[in-house]
């Protein structure tokens, strides 16, 4: 049985955002595409951090999301793939980061975005084969 990797399964096009929107319009993002995190890009297209609701929960209790930019909020040590990261690789990251959402990077810039969502729809896929 072939091996998928990040590339098969990853979201693309990227919903990004930039460090210097406010936390109003990030709500707005998220809000507007159901999802709840998006990577942060520089001008470049670099990634540069990764937003999340638990991110902006966690700042609104102590500023102000009219004011506060994404780059103030954002956690900034981003956990990557490569897109040939195979989707075991990636359910291991998972469980042992707790996280819900990864970056597939490519050359610094994001080209996609594995979500537990994307993994379950794999699983479904590979279980309903048998």
């Keep these: ?16 955002t930039r460090p210097d929107a406010k936390l109003t319009d990030v709500i707005k993002l998220l809000l507007r595409h159901h999802i709840s995190g998006v990577p942060v890009v520089d001008e470049s297209g670099k990634l540069v951090g990764v937003i999340t609701e638990y991110d902006i929960m966690n700042f ?11 780059s103030e909020a954002m956690t900034k040590e981003v956990i990557t793939v490569r897109p040939d990261t195979s989707c075991v690789e990636i359910i291991d990251l ?8 990864v ?10 975005i ?5 993994l379950m729809r794999e699983m479904l896929f590979l279980y309903e084969r048998y």
């Design 1 to 16: 049985m072939k091996t998928r990797k990040a590339s098969d399964i990853m979201t693309t096009p990227v919903v990004t």
């Design 60 to 70: 609104a209790q102590s500023g102000d999301a009219a004011t506060t930019t994404a």
């Design 94 to 101: 998972f469980a042992q980061r707790r996280i819900r959402r």
């Design 103 to 112: 970056p597939v990077v490519e050359r610094g810039r994001v080209v996609g």
């Design 114 to 118: 594995v979500s537990r969502r994307d």
